[in-house]
């Protein structure tokens, strides 16, 4: 399966943005989606996500309450509804596949890693 994140961009603090992770191949593989997020210099932190089938959600005490993730199985993509953004959102956004639908936190616990899209807040 392959995973390609898009949506990124500028928007300036308070602003909302939509982040999609489009799902191809073997998707029938998928288990869970999560979106993660890498700020320069830092590492790699969970964000959010979700289980493939029942569509439970899991999210990082830092985006609960302004972030939503959802799916839709017929068109395999999770999006990842951003609000109430803040400078410290600003990071290359990834959105991974974990075989298991148990929801985790941990980046080592999903593969499939697509290539991530740029989400900068400016105050």
């Known amino acids: 399966v392959q995973l390609q994140a898009s949506g990124g961009g500028l928007v300036q603090a308070g602003g909302s943005l939509r982040l999609s992770c489009e799902a191809s191949?073997?998707?029938?593989?998928?288990?869970?989606v999560g979106w993660f997020r890498q700020a320069p210099g830092k590492e790699r932190e969970f964000v959010a996500a979700i289980s493939w089938n029942l569509g439970n959600t899991y999210y990082a005490d830092s985006v609960k309450g302004r972030f939503t993730i959802s799916r839709d199985n017929v068109k395999n993509t999770v999006d990842l509804q951003m609000n109430s953004l803040k400078p410290e959102d600003t990071a290359v956004y990834y959105c991974?596949?974990?075989?298991?639908?148990?929801?985790?936190?941990?980046?080592?616990?999903?593969?499939?890693w697509g290539q991530g899209t740029l989400v900068t807040v400016s105050s």
């Open positions: 191949g073997r998707t029938a593989s998928i288990g869970a």
């Open positions: 991974a596949r974990r075989l298991g639908s148990r929801l985790s936190e941990t980046p080592s616990d999903y593969g499939s």
